[in-house]
């Protein structure tokens, strides 16, 4: 970072003035490009903000000031009335508060595992254990004494966010787990792992997850089929964690071969080698690739639309499905887009962090 | 594969054998009742009119209000059901696998569900079909106005098929463009992309009902060009199942038929005018015993979701944001097509 200003002359004039002249208006050109990209983005955004903000209907009991057309703004009396179906889907209206702290809980686990300070083998397991016990016995209730609502009544964004964290958690150690298969000295094992992960990549999600949900049901006996939703989180999980080897194999690869014949040299067990030289470096390496893995499966939660799951994207289509409310489907779209929004954006904020934090080791 | 469907069919063939004279419970409805709830099917979101969510996160729906109807015929309380909900392509191997026992979920009867899918199809409780909708400032009335005009479609349905061959078959030139998604297919239309668009009926006006400035500036032209029989959907090799289903409905139309509502469904029963509407209110024996069920079911049921008539308007028709017309979907002895077997 320090190199760069020292290798650049310094620069004679440094008001804002100064460079916004030589940057924007040096030419008649410049001047009329500058003007004209200027015009039509300030439209843009002064259109949106007159649309979602100034003409806009605010609240439910207003609703019939809502034009169905395009002459009016937004109608965020959608959301007055609806946010509660697009936020908790199909799950009971009077537990809602359950839904609300399961999903606290996940957020809450999910944050807790970014802190270093969390990064020890027991802090971290038992961290998530409480997480999502907490989940769970919240969700489904009745083992703490409360109404029962089996996972066919789970919804909304406590799912999506459910579904997104399990599947990262489970498949991101099966993925470790296959990197490693597929490079063992074994021919069996090596083997397993090659044709394992090339068929599930061979697959699209949609039917991975299709075969979870409604084909195993009815080949398997009825007392192996468990409930859906795990059928489906280990799917997905199992397709997450196929891509996720081959990411961790591109950064096994960065590796030189040297370092795992210094550590045999030194003594160290295959293990000591894997786990205190090699892994640390892998990990760094498949970083950007895995911060783009994750922030892909959470967007792909949105398949299991497919299998019949509520999740936030379900329960938005459910929520201007109605007679009174389908001319909005653009306000709940544009909701929605806002919550993904808020949790990708947080992902991949989260992934520059680490990119620095790493960034120290290597200077 | 189908190990439930094949376990079934074996014992409905079981069943069979027995003496005809004993009324043989169905196997799924002693299965209802043993689990004391109804298994039925839902949506991904919602199918306007069919099957929607209200405000408090509750189904509602002409299709859920059928389930409900079914529920309360079979365990005498409207409300011991489960809708699950399943995507269009789930909803037969979620049927046979037994995640629900019955589907009701605008489903068309084809020769190919009835037959290579191992499924038995109710009474048809409802007719829709391909018809076109046009702008009103267009001026036209039916599809031979057509003539040199755009149709828009949704890529890959057999409304753009149906709708293809009835325009050559009418000698219209047209020109057909394809959307993949519903609403891809609205957009275009509202922005005058093109003349007209096809589809399925109910659809179309529900359309025209709500997303659209004024209704009144569009037309639903008046050629049918299809109507399709929707119905329930059960596993093949349950007969007595069947019936109730069949049933169910038909006592929803004589109820219809004869003026019985949910609101003077009791005093009907207490004194009832004819002896059809004795008997299917219960107050004669013989209504439940046949079925497997209790004689007061039909009575129970109307009062807990109302008859057929009531069921439309609260969902579909003039009780709804839709305002659909009754149509084909009237009684027989009203210009519709709907009718009920001979209640004896």
Redesign the interface.
Known sequence: MADISASAPPSPTTSIGATLRKRAFSSPSDTALTVIVFGILLWLAWTLFDWAILRAIWSAENVDQC???TGAGACWAVID??H??IL??????DQHWRSTLAAVAIIATVILSCIPLMWTARRIVTLWIVGFATYYLLMEGSLIGLQQV?T?GWGGLSLTLFLFSSVVLLGMPMGLGLALMRRSKMPFVRGFAVVLIDFVRSLPLLVTL?TA???I???L??WLEGD?IWRVIIAFALFFACYQAEVFRGGFQAIPKGQFEAGAALGLSYWQTLGRIVLPQVFRHALPSTINMVVITFKETALV??????DIM??A???F????W??H?LEVYVFVALIYWAFIFSLGQYGEYLKGRMAISER | MLTKSSFLGIAAAALAMLPATAMAESPTVQQIKERGTLLCSGHNGSYFGFVEVNDKNEWKGLDIDLCRALTTAILGDPNANQIVPLSWAQRFPALQSGDVDVIIKATGWTMGRDTELGLQFSLPYFFGGTQFMAHGDLGITEAKDLEGGTICVEAGTTIERISANYLSTIGVEHTMVSYESAAELRAAYVANRCDAFAGWGPNLAVLRATEIDNPDAHVILSDQLSSEPISAAMRQGDEEFVDVVNWMLAAMLIAEEEGVTMANVEEMAANPPNPKVARLLGAEPGMGERLGLRDTWAREMIAAVGNFGEVYDRNLGANSPYNLDRGLNNLWSHGGVLYAPILD
């Open positions: 034009g169905k057309g009335a609806r509660r179906l908790f889907g199909l799950y009971p209206f089996t066919d299709f949900a409604v084909v049901p009815i080949i006996p009825s859906k639309i497919i299998i019949g799951f509520f379900a329960s289509k459910a929520a499905g109605t007679g009174e389908a001319p489907y």
